[in-house]
């Protein structure tokens, strides 16, 4: 048993129950060589296995999530449950109320597990950004599961569970769904409540889910989307139809924008993608070339406005009231100072940096305010595009999954790690990674689809119907 | 010091906390006082993942505030955040309005020295206040409850020339807020708030001197004060040849002078940026029409049609107005009555009194204007005297008990007829034959004497000035 809907089935049909499956994970878990998880939360998880079995024996059973043992990234508030964000800066902190999304998961009868590892505070590519442990691939642990999910990818690629969220910023659910064979979405901003959810960079943040299916990914949009009265962006929009899931993609027009065939793109994902390509074209869709002008420019952009609103996002990070607090300051200051020095790690205090210095008079104008320019060019450019196709493929990363420490040196690197990501967060769309081929190694290739604005459904049918001529497997080291 | 070649420039910032009883972007309470951090949720105390949800209530009465104050209301206007670091503002940054505030113009009128000012606004602008910080003990605790709480901040262009006008400005501004029901005009509770920016320039100057802004005036007579003790230092300064820095300064009342708190240098930066967990603040053309329609006539307008229409002195109109609910009610009893100025006697004298000693207000108020009409009625025909109105006026305050049943029960009815007034004066006379006597040989003061003793023999109750016509009468023998 491998995905969400097998599980589901097998708990519909009786043929486990929720504290079975619950002890199954949890024993693969304790035993996890990845080291996805920073919690667990074994007698929670239990509990809720138990209600859901007691509620199932009474005919009560809620939805596909059931009973289902899940995990959730580490910057997605549980309460009662330590939630870190991956970061000195808040070890050991209990929050005292659930994200919406979690609230919502437990209303579906979720069996949360626990918390997955993540780059602090979701900023970086390779979760060896965590400051508390570095997550191994489980498809190849030398190799990075991807970030800033990945100890979210891990955990579902390891089989601990049956599904995650993570969340995504530029790329940070694609990517590491990318590098672990996974499917990863993230929905279109505004499309799940971001409350409850550490804040990197507001504007951008969005949660979604990782799970082997697009099936199993598209039930667990179901489960978190929708508006929330406590989220003042969260959007009023109707639900995801996914009626027509497994219509084909007879006529589809797909688009391959030519700007993301970029320079030292890896041989191997670039034929991934082609075969992608050819594959929808195969069922019938209508594939041709389109342009993106301004991507050139997103990278430098994304740079600019994430940092800008993180430097904000992170100032209630004091030491004051909750969190990390420096021993023996003696001035208002030297709290503020070493707590935030001791508290935060080196990019979290690089992009701080970068975003002060971006927002600061004389600055802003040049840095946060041409970014913002830059933002709406590249938003006009998918407008444009969209008007000629109904769905965007490229490759998710241009590499494929690097080994662990090798790009740590080089952040800079690590950012153009992000360059086929980001624009899909900078303009608000949909985005989502499957696996489109296995290189050399059996490494997965992973292929982006982009959408229109709260067109998820297009998305995914497009990707269950690649998903399904593909037929693509993948299994962890060490088996299932 | 030579003043006159002086002009004192100021402008004025009033922080004004909107009257609602939750937060601007949480549900937390916003009652003054209660244990430290009592009134704080997860969204003022700055938890991470927390966001914003705008308080609507908030929204109206600010645009209600711009309506009130001839602004312009924009229909779209944006959040932005605002930085520093300080313990009392939970997330590192305020959420305010900056490059798109909700109010542009406006602007406020008010009796200057020199006769009537209309001082232009140049915007009004939404914003959460920051907590606060005890210091207490070598130790400094941080109090969040007034963390969170919606203000207005209403900036003024620095059209303002003397201290005197700056604190008729601030009355008048506040005798709008408060009669809108936007704010509770209260300054000792710092609910309403003000930073004055100040500088001086030569008369006819065409540039305004450097200036400085003034903090901590919480008193009228404290931003009079100070705003003077600055303005005489500018001059001061300039006249030996020195440069005014540009600062802000704190004023010490107890020793009646300003202090530098931080300089241009020192001066924060704010890395203002617009807020991205908020959307664009829309108010609908509905909402400010509707504003507009239930906008109440506002003091000074009533002020003057109490002069105009119902001809009662300046003064008058003036302590009628000083509340708005006293102002209504005033009204109502007005139209009941069918006069004015008998009614502002009672309103200014009796009542004004009543509502102080006993501390109600006046909406509590039991008796409704045709009761005071009925008592008014009684007094002018004579039916109570005018001790027994006062008398009866006490009763119907505390009672609220019908007018008639209070001059029965309480026997102030006057004796009105002539027979058992007569009766009574024919016994007086025939008792004091010898100040008869001496009246009638022109001591004629001792009429007050036999009105005195009439009414002794009426128990108090007969109307004091018939018997005197009457008294006159029989005495001329």
């Given at each position: 048993?491998?995905?969400?809907?097998?599980?589901?089935?097998?708990?519909?049909?009786?043929?486990?129950?929720?504290?079975?499956?619950?002890?199954?994970?949890?024993?693969?878990?304790?035993?996890?060589?990845?080291?996805?998880?920073?919690?667990?939360?074994?007698?929670?998880?239990?509990?809720?296995?138990?209600?859901?079995?007691?509620?199932?024996?009474?005919?009560?059973?809620?939805?596909?999530?059931?009973?289902?043992?899940?995990?959730?990234?580490?910057?997605?508030?549980?309460?009662?449950?330590?939630?870190?964000?991956?970061?000195?800066?808040?070890?050991?902190?209990?929050?005292?109320?659930?994200?919406?999304?979690?609230?919502?998961?437990?209303?579906?009868?979720?069996?949360?597990?626990?918390?997955?590892?993540?780059?602090?505070?979701?900023?970086?590519?390779?979760?060896?950004?965590?400051?508390?442990?570095?997550?191994?691939?489980?498809?190849?642990?030398?190799?990075?599961?991807?970030?800033?999910?990945?100890?979210?990818?891990?955990?579902?690629?390891?089989?601990?569970?049956?599904?995650?969220?993570?969340?995504?910023?530029?790329?940070?659910?694609?990517?590491?769904?990318?590098?672990?064979?996974?499917?990863?979405?993230?929905?279109?901003?505004?499309?799940?409540?971001?409350?409850?959810?550490?804040?990197?960079?507001?504007?951008?943040?969005?949660?979604?889910?990782?799970?082997?299916?697009?099936?199993?990914?598209?039930?667990?949009?179901?489960?978190?989307?929708?508006?929330?009265?406590?989220?003042?962006?969260?959007?009023?929009?109707?639900?995801?139809?996914?009626?027509?899931?497994?219509?084909?993609?007879?006529?589809?027009?797909?688009?391959?924008?030519?700007?993301?065939?970029?320079?030292?793109?890896?041989?191997?994902?670039?034929?991934?993608?082609?075969?992608?390509?050819?594959?929808?074209?195969?069922?019938?869709?209508?594939?041709?070339?389109?342009?993106?002008?301004?991507?050139?420019?997103?990278?430098?952009?994304?740079?600019?406005?994430?940092?800008?609103?993180?430097?904000?996002?992170?100032?209630?990070?004091?030491?004051?009231?909750?969190?990390?607090?420096?021993?023996?300051?003696?001035?208002?200051?030297?709290?503020?100072?070493?707590?935030?020095?001791?508290?935060?790690?080196?990019?979290?205090?690089?992009?701080?940096?970068?975003?002060?210095?971006?927002?600061?008079?004389?600055?802003?104008?040049?840095?946060?305010?041409?970014?913002?320019?830059?933002?709406?060019?590249?938003?006009?450019?998918?407008?444009?595009?969209?008007?000629?196709?109904?769905?965007?493929?490229?490759?998710?990363?241009?590499?494929?999954?690097?080994?662990?420490?090798?790009?740590?040196?080089?952040?800079?690197?690590?950012?153009?790690?992000?360059?086929?990501?980001?624009?899909?967060?900078?303009?608000?769309?949909?985005?989502?990674?499957?696996?489109?081929?296995?290189?050399?190694?059996?490494?997965?290739?992973?292929?982006?689809?982009?959408?229109?604005?709260?067109?998820?459904?297009?998305?995914?049918?497009?990707?269950?119907?690649?998903?399904?001529?593909?037929?693509?497997?993948?299994?962890?080291?060490?088996?299932? | 010091?030579?003043?006159?070649?002086?002009?004192?420039?100021?402008?004025?910032?009033?922080?004004?906390?909107?009257?609602?009883?939750?937060?601007?972007?949480?549900?937390?309470?916003?009652?003054?006082?209660?244990?430290?951090?009592?009134?704080?949720?997860?969204?003022?105390?700055?938890?991470?993942?927390?966001?914003?949800?705008?308080?609507?209530?908030?929204?109206?009465?600010?645009?209600?505030?711009?309506?009130?104050?001839?602004?312009?209301?924009?229909?779209?206007?944006?959040?932005?955040?605002?930085?520093?670091?300080?313990?009392?503002?939970?997330?590192?940054?305020?959420?305010?309005?900056?490059?798109?505030?909700?109010?542009?113009?406006?602007?406020?009128?008010?009796?200057?020295?020199?006769?009537?000012?209309?001082?232009?606004?140049?915007?009004?602008?939404?914003?959460?206040?920051?907590?606060?910080?005890?210091?207490?003990?070598?130790?400094?605790?941080?109090?969040?409850?007034?963390?969170?709480?919606?203000?207005?901040?209403?900036?003024?262009?620095?059209?303002?020339?003397?201290?005197?006008?700056?604190?008729?400005?601030?009355?008048?501004?506040?005798?709008?807020?408060?009669?809108?029901?936007?704010?509770?005009?209260?300054?000792?509770?710092?609910?309403?708030?003000?930073?004055?920016?100040?500088?001086?320039?030569?008369?006819?100057?065409?540039?305004?001197?450097?200036?400085?802004?003034?903090?901590?005036?919480?008193?009228?007579?404290?931003?009079?004060?100070?705003?003077?003790?600055?303005?005489?230092?500018?001059?001061?300064?300039?006249?030996?040849?020195?440069?005014?820095?540009?600062?802000?300064?704190?004023?010490?009342?107890?020793?009646?002078?300003?202090?530098?708190?931080?300089?241009?240098?020192?001066?924060?930066?704010?890395?203002?940026?617009?807020?991205?967990?908020?959307?664009?603040?829309?108010?609908?053309?509905?909402?400010?029409?509707?504003?507009?329609?239930?906008?109440?006539?506002?003091?000074?307008?009533?002020?003057?049609?109490?002069?105009?229409?119902?001809?009662?002195?300046?003064?008058?109109?003036?302590v009628l107005t000083a509340d708005r609910a006293f102002s209504d009610f005033f009204e109502r009893c007005v139209a009941e009555v069918g006069e004015a100025k008998p009614v502002a006697n009672w309103f200014m004298g009796e009542l004004s009194r009543l509502l102080n000693e006993t501390k109600t207000p006046v909406t509590q108020v039991k008796f409704g204007p045709a009761q005071l009409a009925a008592l008014l009625r009684a007094a002018k025909a004579g039916v109570v005297s005018g001790p027994g109105a006062k008398e009866a006026f006490a009763e119907l305050f505390a009672t609220g008990k019908d007018v008639q049943r209070i001059i029965?029960?309480?026997?102030?009815?006057?004796?009105?007829?002539?027979?058992?007034?007569?009766?009574?004066?024919?016994?007086?006379?025939?008792?004091?034959?010898?100040?008869?006597?001496?009246?009638?040989?022109?001591?004629?003061?001792?009429?007050?004497?036999?009105?005195?003793?009439?009414?002794?023999?009426?128990?108090?109750?007969?109307?004091?000035?018939?018997?005197?016509?009457?008294?006159?009468?029989?005495?001329?023998?």
């Amino acid at each position: 048993m491998k995905t969400l809907l097998q599980a589901a089935a097998a708990l519909a049909s009786g043929a486990t129950t929720s504290q079975a499956l619950t002890a199954h994970c949890l024993t693969r878990a304790r035993a996890d060589e990845t080291s996805a998880f920073l919690t667990l939360d074994e007698a929670g998880a239990l509990a809720a296995a138990r209600a859901s079995d007691e509620r199932r024996a009474r005919g009560g059973a809620l939805g596909p999530l059931d009973g289902v043992p899940l995990s959730l990234k580490d910057n997605i508030l549980t309460e009662g449950v330590v939630t870190t964000a991956g970061s000195r800066m808040l070890e050991g902190f209990v929050p005292p109320y659930d994200a919406t999304v979690t609230a919502r998961l437990k209303a579906a009868g979720a069996v949360l597990l626990g918390k997955t590892n993540l780059d602090e505070f979701g900023m970086g590519s390779s979760t060896e950004g965590s400051a508390f442990q570095k997550t191994r691939n489980p498809l190849d642990p030398s190799r990075t599961p991807g970030g800033s999910s990945g100890g979210s990818a891990a955990s579902v690629a390891a089989r601990l569970c049956f599904g995650s969220l993570g969340t995504d910023t530029g790329g940070s659910v694609r990517q590491p769904a990318a590098f672990t064979g996974l499917v990863g979405l993230k929905p279109t901003w505004g499309r799940v409540s971001r409350a409850g959810v550490v804040a990197y960079a507001s504007s951008l943040d969005q949660v979604g889910p990782l799970a082997h299916t697009v099936e199993d990914a598209a039930a667990l949009l179901s489960a978190i989307e929708g508006y929330d009265a406590a989220d003042a962006t969260s959007a009023q929009h109707p639900r995801t139809d996914l009626s027509s899931l497994k219509a084909g993609v007879e006529g589809l027009r797909v688009g391959l924008p030519k700007e993301y065939l970029v320079e030292g793109m890896d041989g191997e994902v670039a034929a991934g993608v082609r075969a992608a390509a050819e594959t929808l074209k195969a069922r019938g869709a209508v594939v041709r070339e389109v342009s993106l002008p301004h991507t050139r420019f997103a990278l430098a952009a994304y740079y600019v406005i994430a940092p800008c609103e993180a430097s904000s996002n992170l100032g209630r990070y004091d030491g004051v009231r909750y969190g990390h607090r420096a021993q023996g300051a003696r001035t208002l200051s030297a709290l503020y100072e070493q707590s935030r020095a001791e508290g935060f790690g080196p990019e979290v205090k690089r992009r701080i940096m970068l975003g002060t210095f971006a927002l600061s008079a004389g600055y802003a104008d040049a840095y946060y305010r041409k970014a913002q320019q830059v933002r709406g060019l590249i938003r006009r450019d998918f407008d444009e595009a969209f008007a000629q196709v109904d769905v965007l493929l490229s490759a998710t990363s241009p590499v494929l999954p690097w080994r662990l420490g090798e790009k740590l040196s080089d952040p800079l690197a690590m950012y153009l790690m992000d360059v086929l990501t980001l624009s899909c967060n900078l303009a608000g769309l949909p985005g989502l990674s499957l696996p489109c081929g296995r290189a050399v190694g059996g490494l997965p290739v992973g292929a982006q689809l982009l959408g229109r604005p709260f067109d998820e459904a297009t998305v995914l049918r497009a990707a269950y119907a690649l998903e399904q001529a593909l037929g693509l497997d993948f299994a962890p080291v060490g088996g299932a | 010091m030579p003043r006159a070649d002086w002009q004192v420039v100021i402008g004025l910032e009033v922080h004004a906390q909107l009257l609602t009883t939750s937060k601007l972007l949480s549900g937390a309470s916003t009652s003054f006082g209660g244990a430290p951090n009592a009134h704080t949720s997860v969204i003022c105390l700055g938890l991470p993942g927390v966001l914003p949800v705008v308080n609507r209530h908030a929204i109206e009465l600010a645009v209600r505030a711009g309506v009130a104050l001839g602004c312009e209301v924009a229909r779209v206007s944006e959040w932005s955040r605002k930085h520093y670091f300080y313990p009392d503002l939970p997330k590192g940054y305020q959420v305010t309005q900056y490059e798109r505030p909700l109010c542009l113009g406006g602007c406020v009128v008010f009796d200057g020295p020199a006769g009537e000012r209309a001082v232009r606004l140049t915007r009004i602008h939404v914003e959460e206040d920051a907590g606060k910080l005890v210091h207490e003990g070598g130790a400094s605790l941080v109090d969040l409850n007034r963390a969170g709480t919606p203000l207005i901040e209403i900036v003024s262009e620095p059209e303002l020339r003397s201290a005197d006008e700056a604190v008729e400005y601030l009355k008048a501004l506040r005798d709008v807020l408060v009669w809108v029901g936007v704010n509770d005009g209260n300054l000792e509770e710092g609910s309403f708030r003000c930073d004055a920016n100040v500088s001086v320039m030569r008369p006819g100057a065409t540039r305004f001197g450097t200036r400085c802004e003034l903090k901590n005036l919480n008193s009228f007579r404290f931003i009079r004060q100070a705003i003077e003790v600055e303005a005489q230092r500018h001059v001061e300064l300039l006249e030996a040849g020195g440069v005014v820095e540009q600062e802000t300064r704190l004023f010490d009342p107890q020793r009646g002078e300003t202090r530098p708190m931080r300089s241009k240098e020192d001066a924060h930066d704010y890395r203002y940026f617009p807020e991205p967990d908020l959307p664009l603040l829309v108010i609908g053309d509905d909402e400010v029409h509707a504003a507009r329609r239930a906008l109440p006539e506002l003091p000074r307008a009533r002020r003057a049609r109490y002069v105009e229409a119902l001809g009662l002195p300046a003064h008058d109109a003036q302590v009628l107005t000083a509340d708005r609910a006293f102002s209504d009610f005033f009204e109502r009893c007005v139209a009941e009555v069918g006069e004015a100025k008998p009614v502002a006697n009672w309103f200014m004298g009796e009542l004004s009194r009543l509502l102080n000693e006993t501390k109600t207000p006046v909406t509590q108020v039991k008796f409704g204007p045709a009761q005071l009409a009925a008592l008014l009625r009684a007094a002018k025909a004579g039916v109570v005297s005018g001790p027994g109105a006062k008398e009866a006026f006490a009763e119907l305050f505390a009672t609220g008990k019908d007018v008639q049943r209070i001059i029965d029960e309480r026997g102030l009815a006057q004796v009105n007829d002539d027979g058992p007034l007569l009766a009574a004066i024919a016994e007086a006379l025939a008792e004091s034959p010898k100040n008869v006597e001496s009246y009638r040989g022109g001591n004629t003061k001792l009429v007050g004497y036999f009105v005195g003793q009439v009414m002794k023999k009426l128990g108090g109750k007969g109307n004091p000035r018939r018997i005197n016509e009457l008294l006159v009468e029989q005495l001329k023998g």
